[in-house]
C-alpha cells in the first residue's frame, strides 16, 4: 500500500499526471487516502490566506532606526546589559576607596583647622558661613592686614 | 520599478546603499508566505503573537541582508529564517509559561483552559486547519512549504538541512498522516 502512495505522490511533486495504470493499481482505501491528499493540497494555500491578514507588516520604529540602523534588537540589548553589569561591578569595586578617600579628606580638614587655631589663636566656628552662600568656614578672628612693601 | 527587480538584484541594491524601500519591497513580495509559515508553525495562535514573530523575521532579516552570500537561494533562506523564529518564539512562550507556573504556583492549565477551548471551537469549523494544527511541528511545516508554498524538494533539503530523500519520505508520511486525521474528522462530522 506505501508503495502505491509513494508512487502516486512522485508523479504529483513532479507535477506529471498520474498513469491510468497507476490508478489502477490502487486499493479503495489507497484512493481514499490519496483523493484526501489532493483534496488537503488543493485547499490549504487559500484556507491558510483566509486566516492571516494581508495588511503591509507596520514596522515598528525602534526596529529600524530613521538612519536605517538597527537598534533595541536581542544583540544591542545584550550588550547594553554586559555594560550595564560591567559598570556596576566598577562602582562595586571602587566603593570602599571613595569611602577611605572621604575618610582621608575629613582627617586632614581636622587637622588644617587644629593648625590655623593654633597659629591663629582662633577657635573654629564650624556654622559660621559667609553671605555669599558659600561653604567656605570662617575664624571668629579679624582677618590679619599685611603691610609693607612685598 | 522596484518591483521588476528579481530577489538578487533587490538585495545586490540593498547591499550597496542600504536602501529600505528595497527592503521593504523584498519583505512586501514575501508577506503571504512569510505569515503562512508563521501560522503554520505557531498552529495559528494570538495575532499579536504572530506579528512579534514577524517583527523578529524582519529584524533579522535587515540586520544579515547586507551580508547574504547567495550560497542558497533568497527564498529558501527567508523560510527557513521564518521557520526558526517561530520555533524560536514557541520555546520562548514554553519557558515563559514554565517559569511563570514556578513562581506563582498557579495551575496554568486551568487558566488557560478558557481562551483555548474558544479557539478550538474556532479552529473545529474547519477541518483542513484542525488537521494540521495536530500533526507535529515538523509534518505541518513541510507539508505546507511544498504544498501551500510550492517549494522542490532541492529547496525543502535546504530549508529543513536534511537530504533530498529524508525529506521525500518525510513529506509522504506527513501527508498520509493528515489524510488519515482529515479523514477520521470527517467521519466523526458525519456520525
Not at chain 2, 495575532?47 to 527564498?75: C, G, H, M, N, R
Request: glycine fraction near 4%; include cysteine.
Amino acid at each position: 500500500m506505501k508503495d502505491h502512495i509513494d508512487k502516486v505522490q512522485d508523479y504529483i511533486d513532479s507535477g506529471k499526471s498520474i498513469p491510468e495504470t497507476v490508478i489502477a493499481d490502487l486499493s479503495e482505501k489507497e484512493t481514499e487516502i490519496l483523493g484526501t491528499i489532493l483534496d488537503f493540497r488543493q485547499n490549504i494555500k487559500q484556507e491558510l490566506n483566509s486566516r492571516i491578514s494581508d495588511k503591509p507588516l507596520n514596522l515598528k520604529k525602534n526596529v529600524l532606526g530613521q538612519s536605517g540602523d538597527t537598534v533595541n534588537n536581542t544583540g544591542s540589548r545584550v550588550f547594553r546589559n554586559i555594560i550595564l553589569a560591567a559598570a556596576a561591578f566598577v562602582i562595586l569595586l571602587s566603593t570602599p576607596g571613595i569611602y577611605r578617600n572621604l575618610e582621608t579628606r575629613k582627617l586632614i580638614r581636622e587637622d588644617a583647622q587644629s593648625f590655623v587655631g593654633t597659629i591663629t589663636d582662633t577657635a573654629w566656628i564650624d556654622n559660621k558661613t559667609p553671605d555669599t552662600g558659600t561653604d567656605t568656614e570662617w575664624f571668629d578672628a579679624e582677618p590679619i592686614v599685611m603691610t609693607g612693601i612685598y | 520599478m522596484l518591483e521588476n527587480l528579481d530577489d538578487h538584484e533587490c538585495i545586490v541594491r540593498f547591499k550597496k546603499n542600504r536602501e529600505e524601500a528595497v527592503f521593504n519591497c523584498l519583505l512586501a513580495r514575501y508577506r503571504m508566505a512569510i505569515r503562512r509559515i508563521i501560522f503554520t508553525v505557531l498552529k495559528g495562535g494570538d495575532p499579536d503573537e504572530a506579528e512579534d514573530v514577524e517583527q523578529e523575521v524582519a529584524i533579522a532579516l535587515y540586520t544579515s541582508l547586507a551580508d547574504f552570500s547567495f550560497k542558497s537561494s533568497f527564498k529558501t533562506y527567508l523560510y527557513r529564517l521564518c521557520r526558526n523564529k517561530a520555533i524560536d518564539h514557541i520555546r520562548e512562550k514554553e519557558r515563559e509559561r514554565k517559569l511563570f507556573k514556578k513562581i506563582s504556583r498557579i495551575d496554568m492549565q486551568q487558566t488557560q483552559e478558557l481562551p483555548e477551548e474558544a479557539v478550538e471551537k474556532e479552529e473545529k469549523k474547519n477541518a483542513l486547519i484542525q488537521t494540521l494544527f495536530d500533526l507535529p511541528e515538523a509534518e505541518r511545516t513541510i507539508i505546507v512549504l511544498k504544498d501551500a508554498e510550492d517549494m522542490s524538494l532541492k529547496e525543502l533539503s535546504e530549508i529543513l538541512n536534511k537530504p533530498v530523500g529524508t525529506v521525500k519520505s518525510q513529506l509522504h508520511r506527513a501527508r498520509v498522516h493528515a489524510a488519515k486525521i482529515y479523514m477520521q474528522k470527517q467521519g466523526e462530522e458525519f456520525k
